[in-house]
């Protein structure tokens, strides 16, 4: 089946820091991807999303590149805020609409 | 105006118990789901309903029993709760069809004592 890994945190940067946060998939054929994030004590929500290759979602100053040839899909922001402190978890869906999630990175923003 | 709700938010109960947690969502979705995350953050399907039918079910104890009664409500019904059941439950939704794109509700941390 499908699965996804990302970058084990926890990444500590200063406000107005480059973030990347690594993703890799496998997969047969090419499914969605998406970016979800945890605020703390909060749900998750949808960040962006990517349907097929060489698509790049973006939202909130977040972006992120479905690469096909390098099975990834990072996720970056060129200038991060307190505010953007959360959990950031890669994603895919298998077995119909269910989601496959990678573990999680936390990412903490200090001023 | 809520989207996905859950009650309770939190739920703190002794091992052995039975418990419920209830999800609404007013999307209009015909898909709803329970996830399981640990205390690391790893989440884990549990259940998928489309329309009131199940699609979905992961090796979970069948001590967890899922209901819905309309394709507005998901709820998850715990037996004979165990520590290792202590984690936060969410439940989420989804349109048919649009692969993906969900949405959670706040969670229901569990505590079993």
């Known amino acids: 089946g499908n699965s996804v890994t990302q970058m084990e945190g926890p990444v500590t940067l200063s406000e107005e820091a480059f973030l990347t946060i690594n993703c890799t998939y496998t997969?047969?054929?090419?499914?969605?991807l998406f970016w979800y994030v945890q605020y703390p004590g909060e749900g998750l929500q949808l960040l962006l999303k990517?349907?097929?290759?060489?698509d790049k979602g973006s939202n909130k100053g977040f972006e992120a590149t479905y690469r096909k040839e390098t099975t990834s899909f990072h996720l970056e922001k060129g200038s991060v805020q307190v505010s953007d402190s959360a959990v950031y978890f890669c994603?895919?869906?298998?077995?119909?609409?269910?989601?496959?999630f990678g573990k999680g990175t936390t990412l903490s923003v200090s001023s | 105006d809520t989207a996905v709700s859950q009650t309770p938010k939190y739920l703190v109960t002794q091992m052995g118990n039975d418990k419920s947690i209830k999800c609404e969502q007013n999307?209009?979705?015909?898909?709803m789901y329970w996830y399981k995350q640990d205390s690391k953050k790893f989440l884990k399907i549990m259940f998928s309903?489309?329309?009131?039918?199940?699609?979905i079910n992961e090796t979970v104890p069948n001590r967890f029993s899922p209901k819905s009664p309309d394709k507005a409500h998901l709820n998850l019904h715990i037996n004979s709760l165990e520590l290792g059941d202590s984690a936060v439950y969410f439940c989420?939704?989804?349109?048919?069809?649009?692969?993906?794109?969900?949405?959670f509700g706040p969670g229901t941390r569990l505590t079993v004592t």
């Open positions: 989420a939704s989804s349109r048919a069809g649009v692969l993906g794109e969900q949405y």
């Open positions: 997969a047969t054929g090419y499914p969605s």
């Open positions: 990517a349907t097929k290759a060489d």
């Open positions: 994603a895919s869906p298998e077995a119909g609409t269910a989601l496959i």
């Open positions: 999307l209009g979705h015909d898909t």
């Open positions: 309903y489309n329309n009131k039918e199940l699609i």
